[in-house]
């Protein structure tokens, strides 16, 4: 893969993390609830630790600064709640309905990236914003439908998953993509075990290899999603997540007798509409900004 250019080395890896994210959400709905979401969420990490054991040598020689120190706890706790979220939702909700839900995380980054990091926003972001939200009462429909406990929390999911991107995006330039998924994997590990421990249960070897299965699945994904970052611009992957949307609504109506929603896919069409022009927007801005900063420097 070395050999293509950054670019289709990056769609590439995304289209691998969409596989892998889906094959994640099925694994979960075979599950379907048996065990308690915050134990399914913590020996989905624990048990992922074992695939990061070859890495373990060159981890115990990684020096981290203070703020890459706060940076991974914040991303720890953030991914432990959305993690414990999502997988509640998916024994609540259909597949399809979890992925398009999950768009809105980059609309939750645009917001936080004005509140937390001071970043001015433009009236089209603004109003592109406000149609991504328009796609989110598209997929839920309150007052047409009963809306359930699983929506809400898809809801908080992508806030604290929003968190997580962005600090992952941070971070993916100044660490390793196997440091940057070994430490959320050990940090969200920790962090799920108190909540695992009030609600576990005796799992059944089956479900523990569903749950190992999930881990293999997860774990890759974090990985080839970093790979990705480090290779293209959000602009050039984020359309290829589209695709989740599509396998999700293959894959339950085909494995869990889930009826194909026009509302559901066409929530999702319009929340990732607006998540590629504000995309293509900040990499336009970009592109001016730089010209301007060479002209200062010479």
Not at 176 to 193: C, D, P, Q
């Amino acid at each position: 893969m070395n050999k293509l250019s950054a670019p289709v080395r990056g769609i590439l890896w995304m289209v691998v993390t969409g596989l892998c994210f889906v094959g994640v959400t099925a694994l979960v709905k075979v599950l379907g609830g048996r065990v308690p979401a915050a134990q399914s969420a913590f020996l989905r990490f624990a048990l992922g630790l074992v695939f990061l054991l070859p890495m373990w040598r060159d981890l115990l020689g990684l020096r981290l600064t203070r703020r890459q120190w706060v940076l991974t706890g914040v991303r720890g706790v953030s991914q432990t709640l959305g993690v414990m979220c999502w997988f509640y939702a998916m024994t609540r909700i259909p597949l399809a309905e979890v992925t398009a839900m999950n768009y809105l995380t980059p609309i939750y980054v645009s917001i936080l990236a004005v509140v937390v990091l001071r970043e001015r926003m433009a009236i089209r972001r603004i109003l592109a914003i406000v149609v991504a939200l328009g796609g989110a009462l598209l997929i839920l429909r309150p007052g047409f439908r009963e809306l359930d406990t699983g929506h809400f929390a898809m809801l908080v999911t992508a806030f604290f998953f929003s968190i997580s991107y962005l600090v992952a995006k941070i971070v993916s330039g100044e660490m390793s993509a196997a440091a940057v998924v070994a430490l959320l994997s050990v940090s969200v590990t920790i962090g799920l075990a108190p909540f695992a421990a009030a609600v576990w249960v005796t799992p059944s070897w089956a479900d523990v290899g569903i749950l190992l299965a999930v881990a293999c699945f997860a774990t890759t994904a974090h990985y080839t999603m970093t790979l990705a970052f480090a290779a293209a611009p959000v602009t050039v992957t984020q359309p290829v997540t589209f695709l989740q949307l599509v396998w999700s609504v293959i894959l339950g109506a085909l494995f869990f007798a889930e009826p194909v929603d026009p509302w559901v896919i066409a929530g999702g069409v319009v929340i990732l509409g607006s998540v590629l022009f504000i995309t293509l927007r900040e990499a336009v801005l970009k592109r001016r900004v730089a010209p301007r900063a060479d002209e200062a420097v010479h």
